[in-house]
């Protein structure tokens, strides 16, 4: 680390002040952040105490260059395009400078001006001192004036834009580019122009940094950082949703003007239109093979979240079809495997032993079977499904025939699909919410108990709501015969059957009332249809 001595003219003395710099091995100086400028200049600040034992000079001392490190800073937006203004080495050099104060001791002890509204000056010299032959001034929006001495061959090698701007004047000798939004990044991205190994500069950058290099090179159309900064982007992690954004969108603007990004994007996209519909259909088949528990939570949980955004998409982006089709072959077979498994444990004579493997697959195969419904309630596609368990009359002749802790988590999966249409996010035909009730709701009654104590995600309350409005949208005569059939049940075992009595009481004014009030209303209405002629005479 360098050390430069920044000099000041004061009352009574010279005041020194020494700001370290860093100086690269390619010999150039970088630029200081805004906190640098103003603890610089609040150390100069001509209204400070002079020392009383040195006398005060009698000639101006010319300001030096100064030369700070470059520090981190909050990111800025995108720099806009500068306003270029061409002048001769004569007008840079008569820019405006803060004059050296002239004021009495007495007059050092008035308020002190804010620090933000003193000038931000600095000068930075490229390359081996002495040997720059043009300057280049950069005024920021933040009030910053940037000085560069620079070398003409190398701005006029690296970048298009300084190429041409100097091929247009080939005699001058400084360039004055007005509103810069970034200055730093503009002073770092000329300094990179005398690197050698750029990319081991910019490694020690972050993504947000890098950008902002990115931006403002391809603004000079420095064409070798650009290169960098995007070999750069292709290699380095992108942390959190916000900065891919970010980057994928400062990419595609370069793609956009004819850059070639391609090794950048293709983190986020694929050279193929349409991802395999066996991708999808491969991860399915894992989680449902898995036979580890915690594994297989975490990734249906995972799997169906990422599902539902993938839902959220404009019809026209998802392959809705191809999605649904491999889903329902997945719950075809895995109805096949439960109807296998049943046969299996409803077999006379099946020792104990035996059947403590067949419980586990029974449960997991319905657990898969409860997975893939949650997957097309959430498409908007789980009718089929419906229809598909209403047709599983063997399954429920077998159900009977098996012990209630092998074949309770079936009923879970009816009830489920009561609960969906009791809030209609699956809309099955008469006939087929019909078939449900009449082959899966005595069955779900006889595991009631066992659903109740036994299973920690079984709600009650749901689980009888959804019942009750499953059969609420039947034929009021289909109502009467399966409400009268749950009375007789629910008189003989109480808690140990599903409570429907807001279904009953709902088909009974159905029923008893609406008849009645209807009559009654039809018999007003002809009375006071007759009652007009009357009336009108």
Not at 17 to 22: C, E, L, Q, S
Not at 81 to 107: F, G, I, K, N, Y
Not at 308 to 320: F, G, H, M
């Amino acid at each position: 680390m360098a050390e430069i001595r920044l000099t000041r003219v004061e009352q009574g003395q010279t005041k020194i002040k020494n700001v370290p710099i860093a100086v690269t091995p390619e010999g150039f100086w970088c630029c200081p952040s805004p906190v640098v400028f103003q603890k610089s200049l609040k150390a100069q600040n001509p209204l400070n105490k002079p020392k009383p034992s040195s006398p005060p000079p009698k000639t101006s001392v010319q300001k030096k260059p100064v030369s700070v490190p470059v520090c981190e800073r909050r990111a800025s937006a995108a720099p806009a395009p500068s306003r270029l203004v061409l002048s001769d080495d004569q007008q840079c050099a008569t820019a405006p400078e803060r004059p050296p104060p002239t004021t009495s001791v007495a007059a050092e002890r008035t308020p002190r001006p804010k620090i933000e509204s003193l000038p931000k000056k600095v000068a930075i010299e490229f390359g081996e001192p002495g040997t720059c032959d043009m300057k280049v001034v950069l005024l920021g929006k933040q009030g910053f004036c940037v000085k560069l001495s620079v070398h003409r061959d190398v701005l006029t090698e690296k970048s298009c834009f300084f190429s041409e701007k100097l091929s247009e004047q080939s005699g001058l000798s400084c360039l004055q580019i007005g509103d810069c939004e970034d200055v730093e990044i503009y002073v770092e991205t000329v300094g990179l122009m005398y690197c050698k190994e750029m990319k081991q500069r910019l490694m020690k950058q972050s993504v947000s940094r890098i950008l902002r290099i990115l931006k403002v090179a391809e603004f000079l159309g420095f064409s070798s950082c650009i290169q960098s900064c995007l070999e750069y982007l292709e290699a380095v992690p992108w942390v959190g949703e916000e900065e891919e954004e970010k980057v994928v969108s400062t990419v595609l603007q370069l793609q956009a003007e004819g850059i070639g990004v391609n090794p950048v994007l293709k983190r986020v996209s694929s050279d193929i239109s349409n991802v395999p519909k066996d991708t999808l259909s491969h991860i399915i088949e894992l989680v449902l093979k898995s036979n580890e528990e915690r594994g297989r939570r975490e990734m249906k949980s995972i799997v169906l979240k990422l599902l539902r955004e993938n839902n959220s998409l404009p019809s026209y982006a998802r392959s809705t079809d191809i999605c649904n089709d491999m889903i329902y072959r997945s719950c075809r077979s895995c109805l096949d495997s439960l109807l296998s498994l049943f046969k299996q444990a409803a077999e006379p004579d099946k020792p104990s032993e035996e059947r403590d493997p067949l419980t586990k697959c029974i449960a997991l195969e319905a657990d898969n079977l409860s997975w893939l419904l949650e997957i097309l309630i959430d498409k908007q596609a789980a009718d089929e499904f419906a229809l598909m368990w209403a047709n599983q009359q063997e399954l429920a002749v077998l159900h009977a025939k098996l012990p209630t802790v092998l074949r309770y988590h079936v009923s879970c999966l009816s009830g489920r699909l009561y609960v969906g249409i009791g809030r209609g996010e699956l809309l099955p035909s008469k006939d087929t919410r019909q078939l449900l009730l009449q082959t899966w709701l005595q069955p779900l009654m006889n595991d009631y108990n066992w659903l109740q104590h036994g299973c920690r995600s079984f709600d009650r309350k749901l689980v009888e709501e959804g019942i009750g409005r499953t059969i609420l949208t039947l034929p009021l005569e289909d109502q009467q015969s399966i409400l009268l059939s749950w009375l007789g049940s629910f008189l003989k075992t109480g808690d140990s059957c599903p409570n429907l009595q807001r279904a009953f009481e709902v088909w009974w004014r159905r029923t008893f009332i609406r008849p009645y009030v209807e009559n009654q209303g039809n018999v007003a209405v002809s009375a006071d249809s007759s009652m007009l002629p009357k009336q009108q005479e």
